[in-house]
């Protein structure tokens, strides 16, 4: 039987998945625009649909932390997760603003906070 925790992050996943699927032009899911996110997408040669399909097969037990503010003062709740993708540990901080965006603050290897 699943805790109120893992309810609620399978809740909140759905929400996700739902928008990052409905996505076509960039008004449901957007990537934020940092080195860290550039590095890792160029180092493993990844697009904005390869990202897609990274939080699609996110599971509850991915789940790290959350939810949170954001500590930057936007609209949302922040949601972590470290799933493995090719055998390498990620670390994905997601804002969900207002249950109608998903917006992929962080995605690189865990542990790699440059």
């Known amino acids: 039987m699943?805790?109120?925790?893992?309810q609620i992050v399978r809740q909140k996943l759905t929400i996700i998945?739902?928008?990052?699927?409905?996505?076509?032009?960039g008004d449901k899911f957007i990537i934020v625009n940092r080195d860290k996110?550039?590095?890792?997408?160029?180092?493993?040669?990844l697009l904005t649909n390869d990202i897609k399909d990274?939080?699609?097969?996110?599971?509850v037990d991915?789940?790290?932390r959350g939810p949170e503010e954001d500590d930057a003062g936007?609209?949302?709740?922040?949601?972590?997760?470290?799933p493995t993708f090719q055998s390498i540990k990620l670390y994905i901080k997601i804002?969900?603003?207002?249950?109608?965006v998903v917006i992929c603050i962080s995605i690189h290897e865990y542990g790699n906070f440059i």
């Open 2 to 6: 699943e805790s109120i925790k893992q």
């Open 54 to 59: 990274i939080i699609l097969n996110l599971e």
């Open 95 to 100: 804002r969900l603003a207002n249950n109608t």
């Open 62 to 64: 991915d789940y790290y």
């Open 74 to 82: 936007f609209e949302g709740e922040i949601w972590i997760f470290t």
């Open 37 to 45: 996110n550039r590095n890792f997408m160029l180092e493993y040669g």
């Open 17 to 25: 998945k739902e928008l990052v699927t409905k996505d076509k032009n």
